[in-house]
Every structure is written in structure tokens, then in C-alpha cells.
């Protein structure tokens, strides 16, 4: 089997072991390879006790890199749990106003007749779906004999590069948008032993900054415009298919900030689809916040022009308006008919309590995804029957300040410590 990067615009191949992330033209680059294997070979390693196949990346591993397993550095990492069915699911889309709205009968309305599952990237090693593509972006730096690795982050990205930087004996520094990370992210990148810059500016700042610093000092990036990042993420879906017993859902809607999930989302439907895997493609929903929604302005004008902002929202992970991967992600949406939509952080963050409140629970960034469904449905785009995956893409804990600042003022009671106070705070409404 061989490998190659090509441009995803003029074509154009370059090897696989040259240090680039973009063609001469300006245009991002995907890892191609000219076969295949049977999705037989994945079945039969679920059952393996071996690391290399526990590994909800690496038991992909003829699709994703050519590598010796001894170079492979893996936590491991993914196999996580696709849950569905909680009995507080159904009352997700129809509390409130939502009845009238969306048309909801009873209860038990999205177990029974609107199936959704959530897939909970937030249960990888450093806690989000970054270690997927870390996985891989750093066993491609270990392969070419990097000294450094570096990355922007707005706190998973750089609290996963500094997990795996330390296990492969890799030196990281991470560029950090100062002040605008969430305090857990931040604690697991120095933990792992990350140097962090802190730069003036926000997230679009930093990774002007860390781009034109890999360019001068010799340091291996891995933010997802790398594309070994996106061989990694794409097994997101291949698992969720392998849980679904590779028959696919009619939509699988994530969180858009960056871009490198949808990018790497569409890449592995098509390439699932080519290997005859599955028999229909499903339809990708890219959902953003509406203080972070350059990629959903682009969409409304059929990507007729690629819009940049300033972006801001309660939701840190894809606070982000200059999403480096979008070129891909307008091929993703295009390829598998998808829908950008745009969610506001009011919105979100009850979808978030919704989550949370089924024993799940998520980082705010990944409840876009639940507060899709729910503005998609009252839409009349997502219909009765269809089966919905909504990917998680963060712990529940990697920003417990958002958490603290909304959570309902009854759920906190400060009492004497007495039986009859205790009685009085459990009475009260």
C-alpha cells in the first residue's frame, strides 16, 4: 500500500515523509493512499488484547498510516462509548416551547421515532477528540525525527499535544490566546509538561504566530491544517459506524469551530463509501455558534465567499473566526449534502444542561450539536425516523467555570447544620 500527500485544489503529490502542510499553490493538503482493506480486518480486531488494537485509531491503522507499529505513540486512544436511549432523551426535545414547535407526541419521541445517539469523544485519554489526530500527528513526528512540536489552541488541542509530546520524549509549546482559556485545559497542557505561550490576541492570533514560528524555527506543527491530524479524527466516524454495525445513520451533526473535525468527518464518509463499507452516505450537520459562525455565513452564501471574524462565545473551544481548514470542510458539506446551521449560546447551553442532565454531560462547544437537532427538527430538515449521531467532542469537566456560572440557583443551598434546615432546602421549589 502506498501513501502520498495531494493537494486537495491542482492535485499536485508530494511524499509522504516531506515536512509541508500546504501545496506551492496556497492550498491544504490530504493524505491519499491507493487501497483499501476489508472492514472485516477492523471487526476482528475489537475482540484483540493487544494496545495497537484497543486503539479506536490505530485498529484502523492500514487507513490511516503506513508506520511500523513500533513507531506508533498511543495512549491508546478512542473506542469510546456511543450512548443512547436515556430515558431523560426524549424530554430533550420537548421541554419548554419545543412541543408546539417541533410537533412531539410523548416522552419517549426520540428513542422511538427520531433515533439519536451520542458519541462521547470527551472519553479519550486527555478528554476530548484530539487525541485522535495527536495520535497520529505525532507518530508522523516521531517518523521524520522532530525535536519540537507546536500548536494554537483554545485548550483540548494543546492540553492532548502536550500528553503525547511528553509520552514520545518530544519537546511542546503551545500558543495559547491569553486569558481566553478554560482554567482545566490549561492545567492539563502545563501538567504534561507543555511550555504555554500566552499571546495578545485571540485564537486566529496565535496561529498566524505558531505557523510563522514551525516555518522559522524548525518546529513539527500539529494544529489540524497538518493533515495527519485529519487521518487521526476521521476514525471518529469510522467507530461510530463499526457501533452501528456499518449501517449508517442518516445524519451525523458535530461541532464546527476550526473545521478540522468536519473536514476529517466528510473525508471518511467518502472514503467509507468508496470501499464499499456503507451503502448510503449520511448527511453531515456542522453546527456553530452564532458569535462564531464565519463557516455558516460562508454556507448562507453558498460558499461564495469565505467570511472572517472576530469571534466570541461562551463556548472556548470553537470561539474561532478564521477557521484554517475550511476549504475542506466546504468539499465535506458538499459531498455528503450537509447543512451549516448556527446555534446561540443561550441555546447551547440548555442544550449542555439537557446533556449533563442525562448522566452524559459535555463541554458547552459539544451541545452545539443537541441544539442543532433541535433547531434542524423545528425546521422540517431532520424528519420522523431518521437516525441522528451527535458527536461529542469534549469532557464535561474540560470548563467546569461554565458550568458554575449557570447552574440553577436551587441546585446550590447553603444551610445550618441541622435536620430541619435540610428539610427546609429540600421543600423549597
Not at 507518530?139 to 489552541?153: H, Y
Not at 452564532?290 to 461562551?314: L, M, Q, V, W
Amino acid at each position: 500500500m502506498s501513501e502520498w500527500l495531494q493537494c486537495i485544489g491542482c492535485e499536485r503529490r508530494y511524499d509522504v515523509m516531506e515536512i509541508r502542510y500546504t501545496c506551492d499553490c496556497g492550498d491544504l493538503l490530504n493524505v491519499e493512499r491507493d487501497s483499501f482493506p476489508n472492514r472485516d480486518v477492523f471487526e476482528a480486531r475489537r475482540t484483540s488484547r493487544r494496545t495497537i488494537d484497543q486503539s479506536g485509531v490505530w485498529r484502523f491503522r492500514e487507513a490511516v498510516l503506513d508506520v511500523a507499529e513500533t513507531e506508533i505513540v498511543t495512549h491508546p486512544e478512542g473506542a469510546t462509548r456511543m450512548y443512547s436511549r436515556r430515558e431523560n432523551v426524549g424530554r430533550t426535545l420537548q421541554s419548554d416551547d419545543c412541543d408546539q414547535r417541533v410537533g412531539l407526541e410523548s416522552p419517549t419521541y426520540v428513542s422511538s421515532r427520531l433515533p439519536i445517539h451520542f458519541k462521547h469523544e470527551g472519553e479519550n485519554p486527555t478528554g476530548s477528540f484530539k487525541d485522535r489526530g495527536m495520535t497520529v500527528a505525532m507518530t508522523q513526528a516521531k517518523r521524520l525525527g522532530a525535536r519540537g512540536v507546536a500548536c494554537a489552541s483554545t485548550g483540548n488541542t494543546s492540553a492532548s499535544l502536550a500528553a503525547y509530546a511528553a509520552q514520545a520524549g518530544i519537546r511542546a509549546v503551545v500558543f495559547i490566546p491569553a486569558g481566553k482559556v478554560a482554567t482545566g485545559k490549561l492545567a492539563q497542557t502545563l501538567a504534561y509538561g507543555a511550555t504555554a505561550l500566552h499571546v495578545r490576541g485571540d485564537f486566529d492570533a496565535a496561529m498566524t504566530l505558531v505557523r510563522e514560528a514551525c516555518d522559522k524555527l524548525g518546529i513539527y506543527l500539529v494544529n489540524s491544517i497538518n493533515p495527519f491530524r485529519i487521518e487521526g479524527q476521521k476514525t471518529i466516524v469510522w467507530e461510530l459506524l463499526q457501533d452501528l454495525e456499518w449501517n449508517a445513520p442518516d445524519w451525523i451533526v458535530v461541532p464546527a469551530g476550526n473545521l478540522g473535525n468536519t473536514s476529517a468527518f466528510g473525508k471518511a464518509l467518502r472514503e467509507a463509501f468508496d470501499a464499499g463499507w456503507i451503502t448510503t452516505m449520511p448527511r453531515l450537520a456542522s453546527i456553530q455558534a452564532s458569535g462564531a459562525n464565519p463557516f455558516f455565513r460562508s454556507y448562507r452564501d453558498s460558499f461564495a465567499t469565505r467570511h472572517k471574524i472576530t469571534a466570541e462565545t461562551i463556548a472556548s473551544a470553537i470561539r474561532i473566526g478564521d477557521p484554517v481548514s475550511h476549504a475542506k470542510a466546504v468539499t465535506a458539506i458538499q459531498q455528503t449534502n450537509g447543512i451549516v446551521e448556527e446555534v446561540t449560546d443561550d441555546e447551547l447551553m440548555a442544550a449542555k444542561r439537557e446533556i449533563d442532565e442525562m448522566g452524559i454531560g459535555c463541554e458547552p462547544a459539544s451541545a452545539t450539536t443537541l441544539a442543532g437537532v433541535k433547531k434542524l427538527r423545528a425546521a422540517g430538515i431532520m424528519r420522523d425516523g431518521e437516525r441522528i449521531v451527535c458527536v461529542l467532542t469534549g469532557h464535561l469537566l474540560k470548563d467546569a467555570d461554565s458550568i458554575l456560572r449557570n447552574v440553577p440557583k436551587e441546585r446550590t443551598i447553603e444551610i445550618d447544620p441541622t435536620i430541619e434546615a435540610v428539610e427546609r432546602a429540600l421543600d423549597q421549589p
